[in-house]
């Protein structure tokens, strides 16, 4: 069945990095595009940054613009998120989510399946 | 992007209906067809329950369903069950390549 297994979360201190990876399966991976979204505790969800299906374009939000890091490598089923210097709100539960095509776009800006999360803590 | 509005929470009895407002601007909901929502519970992933405004991923019961009008969508579920005590987000394409989520809605069946 289609999975996404998200890991390399963990605690970190301020200013310092992290890589997230979220390895595929059940699916032909190459075919989607794929997000990041994360939750702080306590808080809601937060879309983070998209990659094309084949990695020709990348996206964020606003609050993570230059300091995190969508990329991807279809020959390892694998979508990664570095994030370089953390701060003490980056701390969240970091879900990676397939992209759900509508229609016939390729993209559809809909979240199906997500990955079970992994948690960042960003603390000295 | 600001995050579309949801009421922070809703409750209602079994057999009931209840609807789950997410308003947003002519910049996301309202000019795309491409809400979606999602159902958590605590400590898990969220679960799509609805996609391009009013369309259920298989196996989703039809319990829940999805409407748009305006800069506004809504999820109604009908013939609330306890499981259904859940945090919901509904989340919208907002253009230029970005996407924004409403704050979240708590369930509570009575």
Redesign the interface.
């Known amino acids: 069945q289609v999975q996404l297994m998200e890991s390399g979360g963990g605690v970190v201190q301020p200013g310092r990095s992290l890589r997230l990876s979220c390895v595929a399966s059940g699916f032909t991976f190459s075919n989607y595009a794929m997000?990041w979204v994360r939750q702080a505790p306590g808080k809601?969800?937060?879309?983070v940054a998209?990659i094309w299906f084949d990695g020709s374009?990348k996206?964020y939000?606003?609050s993570v613009k230059g300091r995190l890091t969508i990329s991807r490598d279809n020959s390892k089923n694998t979508v990664y998120l570095q994030m370089i210097s953390l701060r003490v709100e980056d701390t969240a539960v970091y879900?990676c989510a397939r992209d759900?095509p509508?229609g016939t776009n390729l993209m559809?800006?809909?979240?199906?399946?997500?990955?079970?999360?992994t948690l960042v803590t960003v603390s000295s | 992007?600001s995050?579309l509005t949801q009421p922070a929470s809703v409750s209602g009895s079994p057999g009931q209906s209840i609807t789950i407002s997410c308003t947003g601007t002519s910049s996301d909901v309202g000019s795309?067809n491409?809400v979606?929502w999602?159902q958590?519970y605590p400590g898990k992933?969220?679960?799509?329950l609805i996609?391009?405004v009013s369309k259920r991923?298989s196996g989703v019961s039809n319990r829940f369903s999805g409407s748009k009008s305006g800069n506004t969508a809504s999820l109604t579920i009908s013939g609330l069950q306890a499981e259904d005590e859940a945090d919901y987000?509904c989340?919208s394409?907002a253009g230029g390549?970005?996407?924004?989520?409403?704050?979240?809605t708590k369930l509570t069946v009575l």
């Open positions: 997000h809601g969800l937060e879309w998209v374009n996206y939000a606003d879900y759900l509508s559809g800006w809909q979240f199906d399946p997500w990955g079970q999360g | 992007q995050a795309f491409l979606s999602y958590q992933a969220p679960k799509p996609y391009e991923p987000y989340c394409y390549s970005s996407m924004v989520f409403g704050g979240g």
